[in-house]
């Protein structure tokens, strides 16, 4: 599966965006789908996930209350992204792993397929 990840841009301390992640085919029911970020000179880190089911979702602590993970029926995954900080500044990437049981969506290592990243810039 192919993935685009898009909706990034510049947006002031406290503002909102919204990240969307188009897959190539229908994710739902065979992917669990998670965003990742990654600031420069970092290592990339979980931000939130959503099983392939739609029925569960994880969040990193840094984002909770915050950033809200959702998927359509069909190709659609999405990051509303809330109370926007300038430590939020990263690229952020959408990524799918294959249904199974047992997957730590949290890890980086569990996911099979990668979006390009959209940059996010938080000023202050």
């Known amino acids: 599966v192919q993935l685009q990840a898009s909706g990034g841009g510049l947006v002031q301390a406290g503002g909102s965006l919204r990240l969307s992640c188009a897959a190539s085919e229908s994710t739902l029911s065979r992917y669990g789908m998670g965003w990742f970020r990654q600031a420069p000179g970092k290592e990339r880190e979980f931000v939130a996930a959503?099983?392939?089911?739609?029925?569960?979702t994880y969040y990193a602590d840094a984002v909770k209350g915050r950033f809200t993970i959702s998927r359509d029926n069909a190709k659609n995954t999405y990051l509303q992204m809330n109370s926007l900080k300038p430590e939020d500044t990263a690229a952020y990437y959408c990524?799918?792993?294959?249904?199974?049981?047992?997957?730590?969506?949290?890890?980086?290592?569990?996911?099979?397929?990668w979006g390009q990243g959209t940059e996010v810039t938080v000023s202050s």
């Open positions: 990524a799918a792993v294959a249904r199974r049981s047992g997957t730590d969506y949290y890890s980086v290592h569990e996911y099979n397929y």
């Open positions: 959503i099983n392939w089911s739609g029925g569960s």
